[in-house]
């Protein structure tokens, strides 16, 4: 969440921290480097907003498995051959290195510019659902009160942090009041 | 990003001079300004401080990437305690109020004509509240749960009864510390991309320099703690447990 915002997971040690001198050294990217190997690893990836997940192909299953589908589009699979995964970008390592560092350089350009540009306005349903959280209402409330499945509520409290870029109740609260969504006495 | 590791014969002057933001940490083991040129082995052995916990938590700190694990987990628990105890008076006594004083500057700066500075201020003081309560959570139970597990393990021998709140053991007291890390990087991120004019940009600045120290700091005390604390305590739990059992 602080500093770089790209990040490595791999169980291969050697691979992961490579990759990670090659962003640095070449693209002038500091990236973090988590090890699959790591119980912590997951736990702070889920605290982490990384506008690109670097993963090796040993990792990809399991990360696959922990990672928020809207976040999928983010990884990147580096290893020999092709991952299953259709929303998972490919990063072939079984290349000549110029070929390799092309298709990096191809990947970043393309990918940051693409991540930096997402739109960050919300829809007036997330507006709902922002006033809602901020007069301090659970999402079952909220579900009951917009008439859509506590699910559905979810993926828009979801969505509204990801464009936002504020993770907290407190801060989403202070974000609507600051925008005039809310006021000390209640929604407007 | 450097991998280049601190080592006991270095020049603790020179290890400052790396980092400046490992001033802090130096402070919480009582040395402070005047140091010369003593190697880290020389200060730690004249002033009788445990050299090679002393060296780890330089290099944690420096290198986020770097957590021994298993040497940490040879530290004495007084002795783990008893820096833990050091950072949260250096935050109670010090960071939180200096943020505090920083962030009622700066809704000054505005003149009460900036209405978006007052919901970030409060932010600041729920997580102010939150974070000192935690403190004194773990100071009041945490802490001496963990002394009085050390104590039985050191005792065993002569028989020692465990200490009460035996049953959940330390894993109970495992919380909320990922939560405050959140509040301290939305409290950064609204200062950035969501307050309105007019403020003084210089102490904006300021202030998020501090809570960047301050989550840098907070994070890094959290790890010692789960990782090396808890685990710590947790096996003496299970050697007692076995013990007991036998």
Known sequence: MNGPRVAIVAADMLAGLGLRTLLFELFGLAASFFSAGSGD???????????????????????????AESRRKRIVAFGHGEPSDDDVVSLRTDV??????????????????????????????????????????????????????????????????????????????????????????GIL | MSYKRFTLRMKLSDILHTNYFLLPIVHRFDIRYGIGDLSVAEICRERSIDQDFFIEILNIYHDEHYFP???????????????????????????????????????????????????????????????RKHIDGEEQQVFPYALSVADAYRGQADGTRPPTGWDGGIRCFEDEHLL?????????????????????????????FEVDRLERDARDHARIEDRILFTAVEQMEKALRGAARA
């Not at chain 1, 690893?41 to 990672?67: G, Q, Y």
């Not at chain 2, 000054?108 to 974070?131: K, Q, Y």
């Open chain 2, 69 to 131: 694990e298993a040497e940490l987990l040879k530290a004495d628990v007084r002795l783990i305690v008893g820096y833990l105890r050091k950072t949260h008076a250096y935050y109670v006594d010090y960071l939180l109020p200096s943020i505090d004083s920083l962030i009622h500057a700066l809704v000054e700066s505005g003149h009460a004509h900036n209405s978006t500075l007052g919901p970030v201020a409060s932010l600041f003081d729920e997580f102010s509240r939150e974070f």
């Open chain 1, 96 to 185: 000549p290195p110029e070929t390799l560092l092309e298709a990096l350089d191809h990947l970043l350009s393309a990918r940051l510019q693409e991540t930096l540009d997402e739109p960050a306005a919300l829809t007036p349903r997330e507006i709902d659902v922002l006033k809602l959280l901020a007069t301090g209402r659970i999402i079952k409330e909220i579900a009951d009160l917009l008439h859509i499945s506590a699910h559905t509520a979810i993926s828009h409290r979801k969505n509204i942090s990801e464009k936002l870029g504020i993770k907290t109740v407190s801060g989403l609260t202070v974000y609507a009041t600051i925008h005039g969504y809310v006021s000390s006495e």
């Open chain 1, 41 to 67: 690893t997951w736990r702070e990836l889920a605290a982490s907003d990384h506008l690109l997940l670097f993963c090796d192909s040993a990792t990809l299953p399991e990360l696959l498995r922990r990672c």
């Open chain 2, 180 to 208: 405050m890390d959140e509040k301290l990087f939305d409290l950064k991120n609204l200062l950035i991309k969501y307050i309105g004019e007019p403020f003084d940009v210089h102490v904006c600045n300021s202030i998020i």
